[in-house]
Every structure is written in C-alpha cells, then in structure tokens.
C-alpha cells in the first residue's frame, strides 16, 4: 500500500520567516495531494492540494509543489504568522473503487515564535 | 460551503455500552463518507469508507462487527463502537466528499467526536 513520509516532526519559525514541511510516497498511481492543517482538537481543515498533472500550485501564503518523477511534494508557508501554528499533515490520494482513498504523513507541528 | 458537523463533539461511556457518532454533511450530497480514527500527537488512520446505501469498506485490522457504519443517505453517515472499551478511547474524525463543482478528489472534515471509555 501506499507510505507517505514527513519531515520534519517539528518546526518553530520566528514569525515572518517562512516554513517548508516535506513529504514522499511510495504509490506512483497517487495522483493527488492534499494538505491539511489541524488545530489542537479540532479536524482537519484542507488548505491547498495538488494533482498530479500540476508541479506546482500558490494560494497567497501558501504554496505546494510535486515533482512527480522523485515523489516528493512540498508545503511552503511565507511570513508566517502566529495563526499559522498548528499541525499540518500531507497525504497522498489515489483512486480505490469508486472513491479517492487517502494516506496520511505522519504530521509536522509547527510553531511561530511572535 | 462544504462544512461537515459531527454529533457529540465529546462523549464519555462506561465499558460494554455501545455509542454512536454521527456524521452530517451540511451543504452538499457527500457521495462517500470516512471515518478516521486518530490517538494523540498521531495521524489519521482511515477505518473504514462508505457510500450512500451500501455496506462499509473496512480497513484490513478494523473490526466490522464492532465499528458499525451505517450511510443512510446522501448527508448523514453514523458510526456505533459496540461494546466499547478503554482501548477505544480515541478521537473519531468523519469525513466527506463529493462537493459540487470540484473535481470529487477533496475530502471535507467534520471537527471530531472525543470518546472516552472508562
């Protein structure tokens, strides 16, 4: 089945500075790519994705590219803000049936430092 | 758009009742719902995935007997821990997908259900 790595566990930014969490999976029929940023007892709240037809992608803040050939992927947060601490979680997706069935990283909590 | 709610958001049981969680999805026909289980500081494990009127898909290790789901219809999936017990403890997250307009790959979170078996 399909693995998708994380990196880093953690991270702590001075607020301004930007923040790049990094995945890689193993699945090469994933063809799309969410990230999700989780607040502490709450659910996860989709914030950019990506499919695999595009390397890269920008809302804002936010960015994500996929270099499909290396499966890896990439979330780039620029001037970051204290809002922006939480944990993120990238996931690989690929169709199973009649759905799009998710995997996981592992997570990265990040920290912005006012 | 594409907001999903969960039913309770915390419930505490004692070990052998059953509780059931609900999943609704407020604004749009989620053609397929997940239910993820997640411990602490850990991620999402996808337990099992349903469509409208159709039996669950579980995921290889997850009792089906034990985690019934049932999809009703197009906005509610529900989710019974049968004779539940301390190790069941955990925080069960929905999710569904199937919004209008997108291209159906997005799934769409509900805010979570935090059982706790004593």
């Known amino acids: 089945g399909e693995n998708v790595e994380q990196h880093p566990s953690t991270l702590s930014v001075q607020e301004g500075d930007s923040a790049v969490i990094k995945c890689t999976y193993s699945d090469s029929a994933s063809n799309y790519f969410p990230w999700y940023k989780q607040e502490l007892g709450k659910g996860p709240q989709l914030i950019i994705d990506?499919?695999?037809?595009?390397g890269e992608k920008k809302d804002q803040r936010i960015a994500v590219t996929l270099n499909k050939t290396a499966k890896h992927f990439s979330l780039h947060i620029t001037e970051t803000q204290p809002e922006d601490s939480a944990v993120y979680f990238c996931a690989a997706s690929k169709k199973a049936g009649g759905y799009q069935k998710v995997t996981f990283g592992t997570g990265t909590k990040l920290q912005v430092i006012p | 758009g594409a907001v999903v709610s969960q039913h309770p958001s915390r419930v505490i049981c004692k070990s052998g009742t059953s509780v059931k969680i609900e999943c609704r999805s407020l604004?749009?026909?989620?053609?397929?719902m997940f239910w993820y289980r997640q411990f602490p500081k850990k991620s999402l494990m996808l337990m099992a995935t349903?469509?409208?009127?159709?039996?669950?898909?579980?995921e290889q290790g997850v009792e089906k007997d034990k985690f019934l789901i049932n999809h009703a219809s197009l906005t509610l999936s529900t989710l019974t821990v049968t004779s539940a017990h301390p190790e069941d403890s955990s925080f069960y997250i929905c999710?569904?997908?199937?919004?209008?307009?997108?291209?159906?790959?997005?799934?769409?979170f509900g805010p979570g259900t935090r059982l706790t078996v004593t």
């Open positions: 990506i499919r695999s037809n595009v």
């Open positions: 999710s569904a997908s199937g919004v209008p307009g997108a291209h159906g790959y997005e799934q769409y």
């Open positions: 349903s469509n409208e009127g159709s039996k669950a898909t579980y």
């Open positions: 604004d749009f026909q989620a053609t397929t």
